[in-house]
């Protein structure tokens, strides 16, 4: 990772608070962001990914609160603020203009009642003093820019006019239409066509080239990691399970839960016959986390030693897991 | 849009046909001679057979029914029988204080209804929202006619700061009209508050759970317009929808409210018209109340119109 991060996440615990108790949905959670470069967070539903991205925005629920941690961001001006402990007004004034999010529906993300450009115009309203006329300009260029056809008839456009890939490409307008340094894009493409997901890839990739922002990609489908990812934080039951620079995540995966993922991913390349491994069971909710390691109940190696807590510890250079068996697994591998 | 306008006008004509259908078919099914029910028991049977001839009920139902028809597309509803003098008439002299009792008490209750219900969905489960939603409840259920009384009681003749009741005298100018409203406005804008604060709550809350208030959010706008811009856009619909039947159910006759601060409005005239049997009178209430319900839903899918442009025409 580049000397100074532009997003570090430390020791991050986010609590929902319910009638009767308060629930951990995320827990000691620890990454950091270079500049320009991306960050996959995967994991499957339910695993806190979501709940670590609002937080960072600092949209969570009225329930949801940040118990614990830093969330360090260096802004436009060098400057670095805690973005979990800063106030609503000054998180105002980072929230779109710094940091920019894009969200998996593109279906309900943009309202139904505003045209396409408003809707990305009001970005610059709220955040430059540009005349309309020159709004209107930098919202058509931007049109351009993610590759809308039509761009001049799009900005009258009402979102149900538009396909699914064509809003998401909206979204990715209005996201960074104020040039953001920071763009957290949650499962951007779960909900498209294979097809229109492969494009979508395609235009975030060519817009950090051109642009040059960092990008917090958060996907639970680690196929799509390898193609844009500089470095990968798994997320389990709302931790870090394994975090690693990507192609020693793909090599040589240390976390037995990365592992199955990794298993479960279908390839091109694989022989016919050569079966995919579902991980069996699924997430447990906060509500009902086990004492020790959370993927224990889950895991194919699991052993008396895992009811104990574990700590993200060193596997190889580099690379982090969260796991106690992990010389025993090394040795076997 | 224009198709989409001509093809609702059309519907309205079917409606306000069947309404002038049913109004014609009502009389004649009435039990005994249609002649003598339009003339009331008083009647002698000369009387009867003299009306019968002028109304042409010894003509072909058919005839009768096209006759009535063409009266009535020329504002022609028939003579009522207590007044005397054409329902047309009699019913535009009591169009005034229902007209603008509706008016302001609609205007009384959106101005309390619509930021609280606002505020009560923004801030849901608040100290606030739990009192607003309680009282809306406690508004509801209290008659009319009771807080009307009190209101009379308090405001009008121990504080003596509003006429108790009537309407003026017959050579009472507008304005000292308009101040035998402000009680009665009051009255039913509370209950009428009460269901719209609840829909505007409901609504509100609806709007406020979806994706795209989300993304207002992360634009970094402040609370006040994701609040008025992004969510109340959404949510005026069916808000427009309730105050659209809200001002029709007003119009066609406060009838307690009218009752108990003895005004001359449609909701008095139509009472008094039952007592009566003023069949007529009845009848032309029946066909203006249809249509202004009509007229009122076509407004109101002409804002929908305006605001969502997802409608299709
Ligand atoms: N509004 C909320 N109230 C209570 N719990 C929540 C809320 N939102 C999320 N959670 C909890 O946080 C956990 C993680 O959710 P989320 O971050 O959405 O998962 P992901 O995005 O990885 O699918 C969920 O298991 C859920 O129980
Ligand atoms: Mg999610």
Request: charged fraction near 15%; charge should be neutral; proline fraction near 7%.
């Amino acid at each position: 990772m580049t000397a100074s991060p532009i997003l570090e996440v430390n020791d991050l615990q986010v609590e929902f608070a319910t009638r009767r108790q308060s629930l951990v949905a995320v827990r000691d959670v620890s990454f950091a962001l270079g500049a320009g470069k991306t960050l996959a967070l995967v994991g499957e539903s339910g695993s806190g990914k979501s709940v670590t991205s609002l937080a960072i925005m600092g949209l969570l629920p009225t329930a949801g609160r940040v118990t614990r941690g830093t969330i360090a961001f260096q802004r436009g001006s060098g400057e670095t603020v805690d973005l979990a402990t800063l106030s609503q007004p000054a998180m105002r004034h980072i929230r779109g203009a710094e940091i920019a999010m894009i969200f998996q529906e593109p279906m309900s993300s943009l309202n139904p009642l505003f045209t396409v450009g408003d809707q990305i115009g009001e970005m610059l309203m709220l955040h430059s003093n540009l005349s309309s006329v020159a709004r209107r300009a930098k919202v058509l260029e931007m049109l351009d820019l993610v590759e809308i056809p039509a761009a001049a008839s799009r900005m009258s456009a009402y979102p149900h006019e538009l396909s699914g890939g064509m809003r998401q490409r909206v979204m990715i307008a209005l996201a960074l239409i104020c040039r953001p340094l920071l763009l957290i894009a949650d499962e951007p493409t779960t909900a498209l066509d294979v097809t229109i997901q492969a494009q979508i890839l395609e235009l975030m990739r060519r817009l950090q080239r051109e642009l040059g922002m960092s990008i917090l990609f958060i996907t639970h489908d680690l196929g799509v990691v390898a193609e844009i990812a500089d470095e990968v934080a798994v997320m389990y039951a709302g931790e870090v399970v394994e975090r690693a620079p990507t192609r020693p995540l793909y090599a040589h995966p240390r976390h037995p839960y990365t592992q199955g993922l990794i298993a479960s991913i279908p390839r091109p390349g694989r022989a016919p016959g050569e079966r995919l491994v579902p991980i069996h069971g699924t997430v447990p909710p906060p509500s009902a986390m086990p004492p020790g390691c959370a993927f224990a109940p889950r895991c194919p190696h699991a052993g008396p030693e895992c009811e104990a807590p574990v700590a993200l510890t060193e596997a190889a250079p580099g690379q982090l897991a969260r796991c106690v068996k992990l010389r025993e697994l090394a040795a076997h591998a | 849009m224009t198709r989409y306008i001509l093809k609702r006008l059309v519907g309205m004509l079917v409606v306000v046909l069947i309404v002038l259908t049913i109004a014609f078919v009502i009389v004649r099914l009435a039990p005994g001679d249609p002649a003598a029910l339009l003339l009331g028991p008083d009647a002698t049977p000369e009387d009867a057979a003299e009306l019968r001839e002028k109304l042409g009920l010894n003509s072909p139902i058919l005839v009768q029914y096209m006759a009535f028809l063409g009266n009535a597309v020329r504002g022609d509803l028939g003579n009522s029988l207590f007044f005397n003098r054409p329902v047309t008439e009699v019913l535009l002299a009591r169009a005034e204080p229902t007209t603008f009792l509706a008016l302001f008490s609609l205007l009384i209750s959106l101005v309390i209804a619509v930021p609280i219900g606002i505020y009560a969905a923004y801030r849901r489960g608040s100290w606030l929202d739990q009192s607003a939603v309680s009282t809306a409840m406690l508004a509801a259920s209290v008659p009319s006619f009771w807080t009307g009384l009190m209101f009379q009681r308090y405001l009008a003749t121990e504080m003596g700061w509003f006429p108790a009741s009537d309407y003026g005298g017959p050579d009472a100018d507008f304005i000292s009209r308009m101040g035998y409203l402000v009680l009665p406005s009051i009255v039913l804008g509370i209950v009428n508050s009460a269901l719209i604060l609840r829909f505007t709550r409901a609504s509100m809350l609806d709007i406020l759970g979806e994706d795209f208030v989300r993304t207002a959010r992360s634009k970094g706008m402040s609370e006040r317009r994701v609040v008025l811009r992004h969510a109340l856009k959404n949510a005026a619909i069916p808000i427009i929808t309730i105050i659209g039947l809200t001002f029709a159910n007003l119009v066609s006759g406060a009838v307690v409210t009218e009752r108990v601060f003895n005004l001359p409005g449609m909701g008095n005239l139509v009472v008094n018209a039952v007592l009566r049997r003023d069949y007529p009178v009845i009848q032309g209430t029946l066909i203006v109340v249809a249509v202004l319900y009509v007229l009122i839903n076509l407004m109101v899918d002409l804002v929908y119109l305006l605001v969502d442009k997802r409608v299709r025409y």
